[in-house]
């Protein structure tokens, strides 16, 4: 699949989420938070699974922490963004400043959640970068369907 390849915007299922996370606290506050939607969520451990998951199956948001087992945020988003549909994706960082944030942005990521996670703060986010995820494939059927006119 080519980088300006499109999926049919109409076949999409509901919301879906792939969640990074290898520490134990993490995964449970954030399944707390997201088990009460209609979303349907994904774990990986680590960025090497979380990876192996997204070359499968696209999905418009990832969640990942600041340091993963086997990389970094960072590290995750350069390699993510070389994916036919990047997902978007938010940032969660234990102590994370102003400075993170701004980063995370200039980076390409979609946006930086500070931990403890607030559901609202997560639900908030989450609904935003699918949106955006969305809007861009959309803008790309777009394009095909008129260069293909």
């Known amino acids: ?6 999926i049919p915007i109409r076949n999409l299922p509901r919301v879906e989420v792939l969640a990074i996370s290898s520490r134990e606290r993490d995964s449970r506050l954030l399944q707390s938070i997201l088990i009460h939607t209609n979303w349907m969520i994904h774990w990986a ?8 998951f997204l070359r499968e199956h696209p999905v418009p948001v990832v969640v990942c922490p600041e ?14 963004n070389r994916l036919a549909h990047p997902p978007k994706v938010l940032v969660y960082s ?12 200039e980076s390409g990521g979609y946006d930086l959640l500070s931990a403890p996670l607030e559901r609202e703060e997560v639900l ?15 803008r790309q059927e777009v394009f095909a369907a008129v ?3």
């Open 147 to 149: 260069m293909t006119a």
């Open 67 to 80: 340091e993963m087992p086997d990389a970094t945020w960072k590290g995750f988003l350069a390699e993510a």
């Open 94 to 105: 234990h102590g994370a400043g102003r400075g993170l944030g701004i980063e995370v942005l």
């Open 124 to 138: 908030r986010a989450i609904s935003l970068a699918c949106r955006a995820w969305r809007d861009e494939l959309r």
């Open 1 to 6: 699949m080519g980088k300006h390849s499109s």
């Open 45 to 52: 451990p680590d960025r090497y699974e979380a990876m192996v």
